[in-house]
């Protein structure tokens, strides 16, 4: 029964083609193309059985860091949001991709990716429109689809946004959400008071998102539908802070946008501490959340070796983003997005708060009463209401922003303002304008957003690329995954070694006390157990447990424990089993410690 210590994978065999893992995602149940009875359909994947587990398991040590550990709070909104909501976030106006289109074969595809396949560029999403159908024709590119030549074809902007209606009839439009955030901005006004409206404050959600992509590709890298794990960290950016020095030490490979723009540029290995210090990394709080996300990325399964921080270049960092970084894995070559780490500052909650008319702040008390003049009007209603008619509020709200914008305006006898594109002159005398002496406990603020926003399925894709291995065991070719057991979806494989009623009796109840436990199990007693073996471990099964004839010959019930990557093999006892293999789990025992 035993099998004699594997050989050591080769090096080719530690670096698998995604071909090989997407055979083995469908053939073992992690992931596969939906609707395959109808033809399937690009961009929409089904999780099977390991692969939902993994996700879930992935999912949970995402929650147990960043919502628990940090002291966050967890909600689950909507994934359809009314019209308003996108207009508010931009979304409408500027979530779009850029799409060139095959007049040859009607294909569409994302122009961005047909230069960066094809050409020297890394980053071609960075570039305006003008210059992506330049390098197209500059460089004749052809379609991926039949090859006919794209040199002269439009490139357009493509809202990525799934649209839908809310309600029969007259129905109001909606959208199915592109990202999990706008879920928590727009609930904000009542999130605060759950946090006693003390800043700082966290707000975490997992959920699904939706964008109509042009070209999905590449399995579960890009979908049109996938999971987010995002955190909206609320700070006042006057007097917050993070803890630096609980991430001072992290070591850290990061590349920095004046690496990218040099000819020689190249990574920087170096600790969150000193990139701080000498300005790599120019907001505290994004260097925190990287300091917390490397360890974790460690823990779940993500090779070191391959991983890195890079940070958005000028190009593609969103206009309201002070600084971003992008957390990225090295898949066969390719280094693909896994997170990003954004400095939002307060465009979030200001857009919300105009467009909605509710308030998107936070009352910040003053440690004493301070004494402030303040720019008022109390305008003559009996005049503006005759000259403004059903736009004298419009009117009223236009000055009371003037005052307090620039209360400078008001020193002449009229002042100006602008009302849907005209300008309109109203005697100063008639707006009441005053600088009045008020005492004030505190001021309202609008707080800056940090945004730590993490895609799980290309997470999970590349756990599952990283731990993939190949190698040979007894002189036969053998296939496993390498995952970490915290996030592995079967933990525990039972054997009982033959068809025998008293061994599977023993069995039997070997799997309700591991289960009792709390530790997932899979129970197999078809096929010899060599084969039985190999299941589990292409599955990534950490440990397989084997009942045989020694378990009910000798005085005590023990069994023999298999570990996945050494092949390794223990007799233990029975009796303090699930105790043994739980702290395993935990990480508080070694397998090689037994």
Same mark, same amino acid.
């Given at each position: ?36 009875? =109808? ?10 059985? *390991? ?5 879930? %398991? ?59 396949? %094809? ?13 992506? !159908? !330049? ?58 008071? =759950?946090?006693? %409206? ?31 794990? !995002? ?13 630096? $020095? ?64 890079? *940070? ?60 402030? $003049? ?88 590349? #756990?599952?690329?990283?731990? =993939? ?16 057991? !915290? ?6 494989? #039972? ?20 289960? $009792? ?41 023990? #069994? ?35």
């Amino acid at each position: 029964m035993s099998e004699h210590q594997h050989t050591e994978p080769t090096e080719d065999a530690t670096e698998p083609t995604s071909e090989k893992l997407v055979e083995l995602a469908k053939r073992r149940g992690y992931f596969f193309q939906s609707s395959g009875a =109808y033809g399937g359909v690009g961009g929409f994947y089904t999780f099977g059985p *390991q692969g939902a587990s993994l996700k879930g %398991n992935v999912e949970d040590a995402w929650r147990d860091r960043f919502a628990v550990a940090e002291g966050n709070m967890e909600i689950d909104a909507p994934t359809i949001m009314p019209e308003p909501v996108f207009e508010a976030s931009g979304h409408l106006d500027g979530f779009d991709d850029m799409l060139v289109e095959c007049t040859d074969c009607g294909e569409s595809h994302r122009a961005d990716h047909v230069v960066e396949d %094809n050409t020297e560029y890394e980053d071609a999403e960075s570039l305006p429109i003008p210059e992506v !159908e !330049e390098v197209i024709a500059e460089h004749e590119l052809v379609c991926p689809n039949c090859g006919a030549g794209l040199a002269g074809q439009a490139v357009d902007a493509f809202n990525l946004m799934f649209a839908t209606n809310i309600g029969p009839g007259d129905s109001d439009p909606g959208y199915l959400r592109p990202e999990t955030a706008q879920g928590i901005f727009v609930e904000f006004p009542r999130l605060k008071e =759950y946090a006693r %409206n003390q800043l700082p404050f966290g707000v975490t959600q997992i959920g699904r998102a939706y964008r109509n992509e042009i070209s999905p590709r590449r399995s579960i890298i890009r979908t049109r539908e996938f999971t987010q794990a !995002e955190l909206e960290y609320f700070v006042d950016p006057e007097e917050d802070e993070p803890d630096l $020095e609980a991430v001072a030490d992290v070591a850290v490979t990061l590349y920095p946008a004046s690496e990218q723009n040099a000819e020689d540029g190249d990574e920087i290995e170096t600790t969150i501490g000193d990139a701080v210090e000498e300005g790599i990394i120019g907001d505290e709080w994004v260097a925190y959340f990287l300091g917390v996300a490397k360890p974790w990325y460690d823990a779940v399964g993500v090779e070191m070796d391959r991983f890195r921080f890079r *940070q958005h270049l000028s190009g593609e960092r969103a206009h309201y983003a002070a600084d971003c970084w992008d957390a990225e894995s090295e898949i066969d070559g390719n280094w693909i997005e896994m997170a990003g780490f954004a400095y939002r500052g307060d465009y979030d909650l200001s857009k919300h708060a105009e467009h909605s008319g509710d308030r998107f702040t936070v009352f910040k008390q003053y440690d004493e009463p301070k004494t402030v $003049e303040r720019a008022t009007v109390d305008p003559d209603m009996s005049y503006l209401g005759p000259e403004f008619g059903g736009d004298a509020q419009a009117v009223v709200e236009e000055l009371e922003t003037l005052a307090l914008r620039d209360r400078a305006a008001f020193e002449d006898e009229s002042v100006e303002i602008e009302l849907e594109g005209e300008s309109h002159e109203i005697p100063v005398e008639k707006t009441g304008f005053a600088v009045e002496e008020q005492t004030e406990a505190g001021e309202h603020i609008v707080p800056h957003v940090v945004e730590p926003s993490f895609g799980v399925d290309r997470l999970v894709y590349t #756990v599952l690329h990283h731990a =993939y291995r190949e190698d040979e065991v007894d002189g036969e070719e053998r296939t496993y995954l390498e995952l970490e057991p !915290e996030v592995a979806p079967t933990f525990v494989g #039972v054997f009982p070694l033959q068809s025998d009623d008293e061994l599977e009796a023993v069995a039997d109840d070997v799997v309700d006390d591991l289960r $009792e436990a709390g530790l997932s199990i899979a129970y197999d007693d078809s096929g010899n157990i060599g084969r039985r073996y190999r299941r589990q471990d292409e599955v990534g099964t950490p440990f397989c447990v084997t009942i045989d004839y020694e378990t009910v010959e000798d005085d005590e019930t023990t #069994v023999t424990v298999r570990e996945r990557d050494t092949t390794d093999q223990k007799r233990l006892s029975v009796e303090g089993l699930a105790e043994t293999l739980s702290a395993i789990r935990a990480g508080d025992l070694e397998f090689e410690e037994l």
